[in-house]
Structure formats: structure tokens, C-alpha cells
């Protein structure tokens, strides 16, 4: 039983769309912005269960968007998910300096093994102990 | 030239040449492109030639008489100028290193610096010389191009990735006729091999710019061997290569960089199927020693040709007879990969007979260290 709030904030159309309907299908409830500051918003207003978070975005960059996720009492404990492209490592660290829990490079992975990833990770909240 | 300098005679007039000799050293000093000071045993500057003016911006009356770097010095981390002291003053050794100073119109610019204490008979510093050359433009023009491969690099992943995961919606939830599905799986290879185009161009040049890092974490060998085994041979099972994969320890715990360690087993296996014709063998040998592990990977492939072996592992070399097998490659696969193994302090060499086969041998110590650098290998 998976009805959780995915928040995917994303501006490739594409990868956006098919990361979005990937995860519908396995049963998440997807909101998916295509720029930072509507992912802020997206966070107040929609209390998702888990944020995805890509970096280079429009309007606000996605350091930011995590800085204010993370500050802002309402929304610093949902857990954010880094999802980057090969070769930002350096991008990553701080990521998860600024508090994100983890991190998924893109290019890496098929979109199955994205989705899994995620289901994996709600197992885990679910049974801290596990795994 | 005189004749003299040719007959190694000594100058009838010994003291006369000597000082026509110093001027002429005094004039190379003064003329050199570098920027040349030479101070006290305290620091204070004695001399300075034109290259120091024109670089540092300030006038010979204005730094001769105060202390070397003080006027255009003092950006870098306190430690940095306390090892600088130490090493030329206490151990009394050259020091050289790249420096950031300021110009006296307020530019920065970064010099590679060497400064080395002249001693005198009993060791004792008689005063110190430091040569610095402005290699601003040059770490410009580095830092331009690894800003260019790591954007372009980002901007080719994008819509790489997003074909692929197209092509994988595809074949899993759309209808297709046997024909469509093979060409959709063609389709999926060529993007993959393009995508590892891309990460080798960015491995290229963070070893080219000597920024790689290396983190040491535990991973066992032997199934992350096998694992690569699979993947390899899933790529050759179109040709009917086959891999053996048997002879290894019953379990390998090791230290070591994962991406590092990735990069070399991937190039030399996917080599292996590159380069070997239909139905051949790949065969591997993992084995444990003392403070290391060796692997062999040995194919029946066309082989290396001996007039290229030597310089097989240079950067943007193929066999001469590669392209009979593949038409494409780059040449950097090998290079990265022995680059790669030397970051972790580990060998790797070939036998290759052309037309028979080749074996790539692998040794790695059992703990690799970990270096700081900007960013791992991909």
C-alpha cells in the first residue's frame, strides 16, 4: 500500500514526464513543477511525503530550493532526494550538506531502477530498522 | 662563441672574462621572461629584474627594501606562507607551488613559484632567489575547458538519458513485431555506448587537469567481478563470446575506489568483446596475494600488433588493426584505465600475440588509499 505524496521537481520535460507517469503507475500520488520556486510552493502548500529534487533548475536553483525547504519549520522534515545528472559530484556533496537524504544520478539508472530505488526507499521510513 | 669555450682553454686574462661573464648573467637576469627576486635571509628583496616589475606592477625603487611578497603577496592561507618559510629557512630546501597574488592595479593573477635558499659553505643561508612565472592565462584557459567538457557533458546526458528510458518504456509496455523490438534494442546499445563516450571524454579531462579523487570504501572483489563478468557478457551475446569466470577465491574483501575500479575492469572486459571475433573466449583469473590481488583477462581476440604494443596505453592510440573489428573508438580507453590503476597505486601490463589473443594483467593492493581531489572518476 503506497499512496504517498511524491514531489518531483524537474524542468526536462522528458525525463520529468516519464520519471512523473513511472511513478504513478507504481502507485505514488505525483506532483510534478518544472522550475524552483514552484517547487518551494509545491512543498508548502502540497506537505508531500518526499521531495525529488533536480539542481539545475530554472528561477530558483536547486540549492536553494533545498536551503529553504530545510529552514522553513513546515516543510524541513520532509525528506529531499537529489536527482542529478554524471558528473556533479561535487553538486552532490553539498546536497546532502544541505540536508538531502540521498541522492540518484539519472544518466546512471533505468527508470525501473529508479522507481524500485524509491520504493526502497519508503521500505526503509516505514521499518528503520530493515535493510 | 669564442674559441676558447671550444678548446676548453683557459682565458689568459682570468679576471677580465669573469666580469664580462657576470654581466652577461646579470643581463640574462635581468632580461629573463620570469620574474626573478632575489632577498636576504629575512625575506628583505636586494634585487629584482624587469619581469618582476612588469609582472607585479610595482616599480624596482618600490620593492627593492621591503619584504618579498609584501606588496603584492598575502592572499593565500596563513599555512600556506608558514610552509613556504619553513622549508626554504629552517629545512632549507626549494619550495615551489602556485600562488595567488594581487598586481598593484589590483588584478590577480597566479604564479608558479620556486624559491630556493642559496647556502653558503658552512650551510648556512646566505640569501634566497625566487623565480615566479605568471601562468594566469594557462589556468584560465584549463579551467575554461573543464567548465566546457563538464556543461557540454551535462547537456549530452540529458537528452542520452531521456532516450534511453524512452526506448526502455517502449519495449516494455508497447506491441511491437520481432523486427521493431531488435531495432529498439540496437537503438538502446548506441545510446549506452554513447552515453560511456561521454564519461570517458569526462574522466579524460579531470585526469588531464589532475583533479581526481579517490575514496577508499569496502567492496568484494569477486562479486563485483562477476557482476561486471554478466554485464560483459550480455553485451557479447550477440557475437557468442564466452566467458569463464572460475577460478577466484572464495570471497575478496577489499578497500578501494569503486569508480576507479569500475573504469578499469570495464574498459579491458568490454575490450575483450570488442575485439574478439565471433565465438571466441574470454577467460579470468582472480587470485589473492600478500598485500595485493591479481586479476588476468585473457581473450582470442586480434590482438595487439607489436609495433604498437608500447605505446598502447597512450592517449588516443588504437591498434593498428582495431578498426578491422570495431570501426569506431576513440583510443582513451587504456590510457584512462592504466592512469586509473596507477591512482591506486597498482600495475597493469599485457602479453598479445596478433591474430591469437591478448591478456591484460591487473594488480591492485587490497587497500587503496584515499586521495582529495575535486571529483571521483565516473
Not at chain 2, 561486471?228 to 572460475?246: D, L, N, S
Not at chain 2, 570488442?274 to 583469473?285: A, F, L, Q
Amino acid at each position: 500500500m503506497n499512496n504517498q505524496k511524491i514531489l518531483l521537481v524537474e524542468d526536462d520535460e522528458i525525463l520529468g514526464k516519464v520519471m512523473s507517469e513511472e511513478l504513478k503507475e507504481a502507485g505514488f500520488e505525483v506532483k510534478w513543477v518544472l522550475d524552483g520556486e514552484l517547487g518551494v510552493k509545491a512543498a508548502q502548500s502540497g506537505r508531500p511525503d518526499l521531495i525529488l529534487l533536480d539542481l539545475m533548475l530554472p528561477k530558483k536553483h536547486g540549492f536553494d530550493v533545498l536551503s529553504e525547504i530545510k529552514s522553513s519549520p513546515a516543510t524541513s522534515s520532509i525528506p529531499v532526494i537529489i536527482i542529478t545528472m554524471m558528473g556533479q559530484d561535487d553538486d552532490i556533496k553539498k546536497g546532502i550538506q544541505l540536508g538531502a537524504v540521498d541522492y540518484i544520478v539519472k544518466s546512471q539508472h533505468a527508470i525501473a531502477e529508479i522507481v524500485e530505488k524509491i520504493k526502497n526507499f519508503f521500505a526503509k521510513e516505514q521499518h528503520p530498522t530493515g535493510q | 662563441m669564442r674559441s676558447s669555450h671550444h678548446t676548453k682553454q683557459k682565458p689568459k686574462d682570468g679576471f677580465k672574462d669573469s666580469v664580462k661573464d657576470l654581466q652577461k648573467f646579470k643581463l640574462a637576469v635581468d632580461n629573463a621572461y620570469d620574474h626573478i627576486i632575489m632577498t636576504d635571509t629575512e625575506g628583505i628583496v636586494l634585487y629584482a629584474n624587469k619581469a618582476a616589475e612588469k609582472i607585479t606592477g610595482f616599480s624596482k625603487a618600490e620593492i627593492i627594501g621591503t619584504k618579498a611578497g609584501a606588496l603584492w603577496g598575502g592572499l593565500m592561507d596563513k599555512s600556506f606562507y608558514k610552509k613556504l618559510w619553513r622549508t626554504i629557512k629552517i629545512n632549507k630546501k626549494s619550495f615551489s607551488g602556485e600562488i595567488r597574488n594581487r598586481r598593484k592595479n589590483g588584478e590577480e593573477y597566479i604564479a608558479l613559484s620556486s624559491i630556493a635558499p642559496v647556502l653558503d659553505k658552512n650551510g648556512n643561508v646566505e640569501f634566497f632567489v625566487g623565480i615566479e612565472r605568471d601562468i594566469t592565462r594557462e589556468k584560465m584557459a584549463e579551467k575554461a575547458k573543464n567548465e566546457f567538457v563538464s556543461i557540454a557533458s551535462h547537456q549530452l546526458r540529458t537528452p542520452v538519458t531521456s532516450i534511453q528510458w524512452l526506448i526502455e518504456l517502449i519495449l516494455k509496455k508497447e506491441k511491437l513485431s520481432k523486427k521493431g523490438r531488435e531495432y529498439l534494442k540496437d537503438a538502446y546499445i548506441a545510446t549506452s555506448r554513447l552515453s560511456g563516450l561521454v564519461d570517458t571524454l569526462l574522466n579524460l579531462s579531470r585526469i588531464e587537469s589532475g583533479s581526481v579523487s579517490l575514496v577508499s570504501e569496502p567492496i568484494e572483489l569477486v562479486k563485483f567481478i562477476s557482476r561486471m563478468v554478466k554485464e560483459t557478457e550480455m553485451m557479447g551475446a550477440k557475437k557468442k563470446i564466452k566467458f569463464t569466470f572460475k577460478d577466484y577465491p572464495k570471497e575478496l574483501n577489499i578497500k578501494s575506489d569503486f569508480y576507479a575500479l569500475s573504469n578499469i575492469f570495464q574498459t579491458i572486459l568490454t575490450n575483450t568483446v570488442e575485439y574478439t571475433p565471433d565465438k571466441g573466449r574470454v577467460s579470468i583469473v582472480l587470485e589473492k596475494r600478500k598485500n595485493t590481488f591479481f586479476c588476468s583477462i585473457s581473450d582470442t581476440g586480434i590482438g595487439i600488433p607489436k609495433e604498437d604494443q608500447a605505446r598502447i596505453f597512450g592517449q588516443f592510440v588504437r591498434g593498428g588493426n582495431a578498426h578491422l573489428q570495431k570501426s569506431a573508438g576513440v583510443g582513451i580507453g587504456l590510457y584512462v584505465a592504466k592512469q586509473a590503476t596507477e591512482l591506486l597505486g597498482g600495475k597493469i601490463w599485457f602479453e598479445s600475440i596478433e591474430g591469437k589473443g591478448t591478456t591484460f594483467y591487473i594488480e591492485l593492493p587490497l587497500k587503496s588509499r584515499s586521495v582529495k581531489g575535486e571529483k571521483q572518476l565516473t
